[in-house]
């Protein structure tokens, strides 16, 4: 028997055990620090997004097979080392993706008011570590900084109203405080242009259709049309969304301004975020952006940096710092310990990028495991956690637990999450 343990059981996690699943002789343990699976499809993906969502019953239909186990509540580093598991299983794959923001490194960055999109978005999604977030909503300015799909998915939950949350997932905390909302004015800072976005047709297009917003974008911002033909197809179409926000503005209630060749540079206000001093830019021959040394200032209560994400690293794990992502050859990292998905490759691309990436390290984990090395594999970590008096959480708690989310739904939504560790356990034991 060949035993592999995936930490992680986010997309990358799941792609990953569904390839190895098909291996003869071999059992996979899908670790995660948190009672509930599917990591980013249920704390990242926007709860507008349910479309997306909805591949976690692919991620189902692999956990309840045969040799692959989810062990939920266990924390890799805490209650068990990545030493611990490299000693029990033939293979160790890091899919932890990257879940903590990339720092926003300017002056005035650490006052109140200043968060970063991992929060924001983990708080509207109910994740336990930021439920308690309470952003400030009472100011009618909001920055966003960064131009990819992040910061047009915290756009868009800023600017809806209650009634386009319907059939959506937000959880209530999120829902009461964003329909009591004073925001009216939300910058989408970008320090490069138009044709530098990272945003994608779809979800541009989509603030296009807001019941009470209405997208800005100056024209002068905007390359001459001629240019667009040496974009790739998918820029072009967001281009060409881009065009149409700055032809037809649409006066509405809240607007959604695009701040292109926006750089902030300072953040200030007493005691909390009062404004945002912005810096215009100029791009070279490289497309890198550089100050001109004009500012303006934004006034704004809540500034939400959507600049990327790094994998948090582990203790005696090889790391790139520059990167935020483990240090790997390939997928490789150490003898017996691979990494797959942001936690590898660093925080790009959509959801289905890690299918193939799953793939990939599935087949190398097999080539380099033979037929396995006669490892304890899950009945070791069983011991293991048994003499911690630590008890995981099953596949079948876990749908205990979705039962009472679903169950709770309110107005036809999906489900109503429960937002902290021991609610969750709490609703295994009823
Ligand atoms: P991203 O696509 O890498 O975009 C990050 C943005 O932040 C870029 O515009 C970047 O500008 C800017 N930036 C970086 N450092 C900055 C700084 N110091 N100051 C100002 N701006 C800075 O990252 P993301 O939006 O977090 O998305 C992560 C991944 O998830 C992406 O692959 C994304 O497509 C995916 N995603 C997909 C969906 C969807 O499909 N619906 C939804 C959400 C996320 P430069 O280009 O100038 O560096």
């Known amino acids: 028997m060949r035993h592999v343990a995936i930490v992680g ?42 479309s997306i969502k909805a591949v976690s019953r692919r991620y189902e239909g692999v956990a309840l097979t045969d040799n692959v186990r989810f062990v939920g509540h266990v924390s890799v580093g805490t209650d068990v080392s990545i030493d611990e598991l490299t000693s ?19 002056p005035g960055a650490s006052l109140p008011g200043v968060i970063g999109s991992a929060a924001f978005v983990g708080w509207y999604n109910g994740h336990p570590d930021f439920a308690k977030l309470d952003p400030s909503l009472d100011a009618p300015g909001v920055v966003v900084v960064g131009n990819g799909n992040v910061a047009l998915d915290v756009a868009r939950i800023l600017a809806k109203t209650p009634e386009e949350f319907a059939g959506s997932d937000i959880v209530s905390h999120a829902r009461a405080a ?27 297009g989509e603030l296009g259709h807001l019941e009470r917003a209405s997208p800005r974008v100056d024209p002068a911002d905007l390359p ?39 750089m902030p540079v300072r953040i200030e206000g007493d005691g909390r975020v009062e404004r945002v001093i912005v810096e215009r830019t100029t791009l070279d021959a490289d497309l890198r952006s ?40 390939e997928g490789r990292v150490l003898s017996g310990l691979y990494a797959v ?63 009472a989310e679903i169950a709770a739904a309110l107005d036809g939504n999906p489900r109503e999450k429960f937002t902290s560790v021991e609610a969750m356990l709490a609703a295994i034991r009823r």
């Open 88 to 106: 029990l299983y033939d293979a160790v794959v890091l899919a932890t993706g990257a879940p903590h923001d990339r720092p926003l490194d300017i």
């Open 341 to 403: 998905g942001w936690a590898r490759r660093g925080p790009s691309g959509t959801i289905g990028t890690n299918k193939p990436d799953g793939a990939r390290i599935a087949e190398m984990v097999l080539e380099d495991i033979g037929r396995g090395a006669g490892k304890a594999g899950r009945a070791g970590l069983d011991a293991l956690l048994a003499s911690r008096d630590i008890v995981p959480v099953t596949f079948r708690d876990w749908r205990k637990i979705e039962a």
């Open 224 to 262: 001459d049309e001629g240019d667009d033909a040496m974009l790739e197809p998918g820029m072009r179409k967001s281009v060409t969304h881009l065009r149409s926000f700055a032809a037809n503005p649409v006066a509405k209630p809240v607007t959604i301004e695009f701040d292109f060749f926006a």
């Open 290 to 329: 550089h100050g001109t040394g004009e500012t303006y200032a934004i006034d704004a209560g809540l500034v939400i940096s959507c600049i990327g994400y790094q994998t948090p690293p582990i203790p005696g794990v090889p790391y790139e710092h520059g990167r935020g992502r483990f240090a790997s050859d």
């Open 178 to 204: 964003l329909s009591d909302s004073a925001v009216r004015e939300i910058h989408i800072l970008g320090r490069r242009g138009p044709h530098q976005i990272a945003m994608t047709p779809k979800e541009l």
């Open 9 to 50: 059981s986010g997309p990358a996690g799941y792609y990953t055990a569904e390839a190895l699943q098909k291996a003869d002789d071999i059992a996979i343990d899908v670790i995660d620090r948190l009672p509930v699976p599917y990591g980013l499809i249920r704390t990242g993906v926007a709860p507008d997004h349910q």
